[in-house]
């Protein structure tokens, strides 16, 4: 059966509707989820996969919130799950997925797309210049992704809360430390009373809690207020750190 071109994802909501979007020769890029709200990097990512492939791979939302023998099939409990299928067989489930595990899956996919089916043509990309930070970003479960796993710069992420008396000790430090090193690192702050799902995501359990990320991989996680100084050689280190 043939598949129309759709640049946008497909939201679906039930079982007659899923099986003849998965009766086709094109892999579907499967989000599988119950009703609540898509993270920003997820949102984003599956907007880009369905517009860059539109025509190769078909990119669904499937909201199980009201089909429950859909979460049954797919055996899903109350994270969503991204699943890549081709020719009636998953070949891949990522349960709580990221951003960059869409890239990934849509990067698998396109090895099953069948000959002759072509993406649609994409506009040219204007490559903006991006200011040079000289002070502590604000980071968000919303956009972790973005701001510290697809950094260009290696990161410094502090897990902090407003009541931690060492967090504002070690405060001004960062914030003389990201003036310093302006263009060369970016320093984080992840507020874990707002954030709870991202701190326990990285186990943190006590604050402030300093993460080192270089190229999309933690290098390095220290807890406690470090002094000036070692926190300088700790950013040297990671500037220089080969990944």
Not at 56 to 61: D, E, F, L, N, T
Request: hydrophobic fraction near 45%; glycine fraction near 6%; proline fraction near 7%.
């Amino acid at each position: 059966m043939a598949s129309p071109v759709m640049d946008t994802p497909l939201n679906l909501g039930a079982a007659q509707d899923l099986d003849k979007v998965l009766n086709t020769e094109h892999p579907v890029l499967l989000y599988v989820y119950k009703g609540e709200s898509l993270r920003g990097d997820v949102k984003t990512e599956l907007e880009k996969a369905a517009k860059e492939n539109a025509g190769r791979i078909r990119v669904v939302k499937l909201d199980t919130s009201n089909a429950p023998e859909l979460a049954e099939r797919f055996e899903v409990d109350n994270r969503p799950l991204l699943v890549g299928w081709v020719c009636g067989e998953v070949i891949a489930r990522r349960s709580s997925p990221w951003g960059t595990d869409i890239m990934g899956m849509v990067e698998e996919l396109t090895k099953h797309v069948p000959a002759g089916a072509v993406a649609m043509p994409q506009p040219e990309q204007v490559v903006e210049k991006v200011p040079v930070e000289n002070k502590p970003v604000k980071v968000t479960e919303a956009t972790f992704e973005r701001d510290v796993i697809k950094s260009t710069l290696p990161v410094l992420v502090d897990f902090w809360a407003p009541w931690c008396g060492p967090c504002r000790q070690v405060a001004p430090v960062l914030d003389k430390l990201a003036g310093e090193f302006a263009g060369k690192i970016r320093i984080a702050k992840v507020n874990t009373d707002e954030n709870q799902q991202l701190a326990g995501a990285f186990n943190i359990m006590s604050i402030p809690t300093l993460m080192f990320v270089k190229n999309g991989k933690i290098v390095g996680q220290q807890a406690g207020a470090l002094p000036e100084h070692i926190l300088r050689d700790a950013i040297n280190q990671l500037i220089n750190l080969k990944v």
